[in-house]
């Protein structure tokens, strides 16, 4: 018999429309089939770390609903002894420079839209934050929690389902492959 | 004999007026005299990364003003092989998230000075940029030459010679010992 195919799964699986959709119609719904799907194949073995499953936990009004969380392992990665390419760590520098000078630029454009006040200020504020929000955070490892998602798929060599492509991104440069939630979904029904 | 103690040294030893005060009255003449030192001691190998060689180069108009600079040895970190624990990139990474929300709020800031209009457009877009520059870059590792003096004093095993506090901060968590301008004179001449 082969192994079982390691997979740490993300958050947004359950949480992102565009993901959950291949699993229920509601959150709720997806995750519950996800887990029924999981609890008939042996084929396929599921990771999350603690800090995701936490996550995870919250954005369920009322808690997770199924007494089937056991079936996914809630391994937290070994920090202590794991290390990455220093190589990565250059690039991730090179990266938040880059940001920072667009958060400037970002800065910059309001100030000056603040001086020609055109806007009232709740509303300048509101588009200043979409903007910093989308221009700084997508696209990069900005949570203990992604790090946690890529740390432990390496360790575990498995796979890491996820919708969100900054993480997947930064998995595949220290050679993760990653699952679409339409992939995960072949996956399991192909070991059903 | 005792192996020569190994020293990594940053450019600011010779560009920051209150590092090279140790060595000459200019940037010029520090340089100068810290090499003659340099050459006159066996207990001290200096190291430079190529990178931070051409900073410090390009620094000094006309170039290095000295015959003396093959006393430092520009050696490369090997970064191909290198790594780091991944627990000081958990570390940087919540470093950065806080300063992306501290650059978030002084945006903020200076959409609302805008508003108020009581500086000119020139005088705001100065005042936000240095704000920006203090608030996002000072403390940490924000380029590739500067995780190249880390990454080289840790390779081998020798002291960082820099008046970067953020550097200092970011070598201590990775067990390499820094040394500033006035201690790295006083090593000099006891092996003088």
């Not at 119609?25 to 995701?52: H, Y």
Request: aromatic share 8%.
């Amino acid at each position: 018999m082969r192994e079982p195919l390691k997979v740490v799964i993300d958050t947004n699986i359950f949480i992102n429309p565009d993901a959950y959709r291949y699993f229920g119609a509601t959150s709720e719904q997806a995750f519950n089939n996800f887990l029924d799907m999981l609890e008939r194949t042996k084929s396929l073995a599921c990771f999350i770390p603690p800090s995701v499953y936490e996550e995870l936990s919250k954005f369920f009004e009322g808690g997770l609903p199924s007494k089937k969380t056991v079936l996914i392992d809630k391994k937290p990665p070994s920090s202590y002894q794991n290390s990455i390419p220093a190589l990565l760590f250059y690039e991730f520098i090179e990266e938040m420079r880059l940001r920072i000078n667009k958060g400037l630029r970002i800065a910059e454009k309001y100030a000056r839209k603040g001086l020609k006040r055109e806007e009232s200020e709740e509303a300048l504020i509101k588009s200043l934050r979409e903007e910093h929000r989308v221009g700084m955070r997508e696209g990069i490892i900005d949570s203990k929690e992604d790090f946690d998602l890529i740390l432990l798929a390496k360790e575990l060599n498995g796979h890491l389902a996820t919708a969100d492509n900054g993480l997947i991104k930064w998995a595949q440069k220290l050679g993760i492959p990653a699952l679409s939630a339409q992939e995960l979904k072949e996956l399991l029904e192909r070991v059903v």
